[in-house]
């Protein structure tokens, strides 16, 4: 069976008084009759809504309270074909909004990610598998900066689509366990990241770096080297306890600036039908914007609604 895999990138940067937009084409081309006739389809819709209410009293000298809410969407897109290829699609969508009290709402949550897999048919424990990956946050965030000439705080921009952001291309070997939860290494991965140039983050390396590009608001690093990533979906008790994990490991390199580490965990109680207690936790190590780990812990209460076939 011969299989051609093409993978075109096209990245169009301009200056400040210009658009500017990252394209990413791939396209997967399957010869020898691959997938033309489907045998199973399955896909799975997880939406939910949660809020908080914190007041603080005397608390290290201050009072204030606040208010928050998050909003998650989940979907997974399953197709399996005759000839034993498969898909297995992934979008994960994170959004919340943050008010203390007299004061404007802030954007404390703000996620977009879209994993896709094309794997061949499986071998008695192993397959082979093509995959694509895009991070990105959703909104334009905002950053206060105090102006010495002016003596007052002004909004200025800090992110936009695609800025910061991450495109990865790998191909790898794939293990399926737990039913649909699966497992995949790619020692051949391409990862390009971009992130805003004038904002106030750490220089990635050097502005001499080969791998580095740069715009007027961006910089654009194109990293290749070896990365995992793990995708849990298991109730632990049917229908009630749900445990949902999604991790992704890239290094080219044993230092501090050559690993990036992604890892978020999810535990779910549901009950009275439509009310879950959640228990998130995320850690990130990603050293283009700091070189210490990053940790997030939420312990949530809301609403849920989630169709699945």
Not at 280 to 290: A, C, E, G, K, R
């Given at each position: ?259 990036h580490v992604d890892i978020s965990n999810r535990f779910a109680i549901r009950f009275l039908k439509y009310l879950q ?33």
């Amino acid at each position: 069976m011969r299989i051609c895999i093409l993978f075109s990138f096209f990245l169009i940067f301009t200056g400040k008084s210009f658009s500017q937009n990252l394209i990413v084409d791939s396209a997967l081309v399957i010869t020898d009759k691959c997938c033309t006739e489907l045998s199973k389809i399955k896909y799975s819709l997880f939406s939910s809504l949660s809020a908080s209410y914190i007041n603080y009293h005397n608390w290290q000298g201050d009072d204030h309270s606040a208010l928050s809410f998050l909003s998650n969407v989940d979907y997974r897109h399953y197709k399996s074909y005759v000839s034993g290829w498969s898909h297995d699609h992934l979008v994960k969508i994170e959004l919340g909004f943050l008010r203390y009290t007299d004061s404007v709402w802030i954007k404390n949550a703000d996620q977009f990610k879209v994993a896709m897999q094309w794997t061949e048919k499986p071998g008695k424990h192993l397959s082979h598998s093509y995959s694509f990956f895009i991070q990105s946050q959703m909104l334009k965030s905002w950053q206060f900066v105090y102006h010495d000439d002016s003596n007052k705080k002004e909004k200025e921009l800090k992110g936009w689509f695609m800025a910061p952001g991450a495109v990865e291309l790998a191909y790898g070997l794939n293990w399926y366990f737990w039913e649909k939860c699966r497992i995949n290494v790619a020692f051949a991965s391409c990862r390009i990241s971009t992130k805003p140039r004038f904002a106030d983050y750490p220089d990635i390396k050097s502005e001499n770096d080969e791998s580095l590009f740069k715009s007027k608001r961006l910089y654009i690093k194109s990293e290749y080297g070896f990365s995992s990533q793990l995708y849990i979906r298991k109730e632990l008790y049917p229908k009630v306890v749900i445990w949902d994990n999604q991790s992704r490991f890239f290094f080219n390199a044993f230092n501090r600036i050559g690993v990036h580490v992604d890892i978020s965990n999810r535990f779910a109680i549901r009950f009275l039908k439509y009310l879950q207690f959640r228990i998130d936790t995320q850690l990130v190590y990603n050293p283009d914007f700091s070189k210490k780990l990053s940790y997030r812990q939420e312990l949530l209460l809301g609403l849920f609604y989630e169709i699945k076939q």
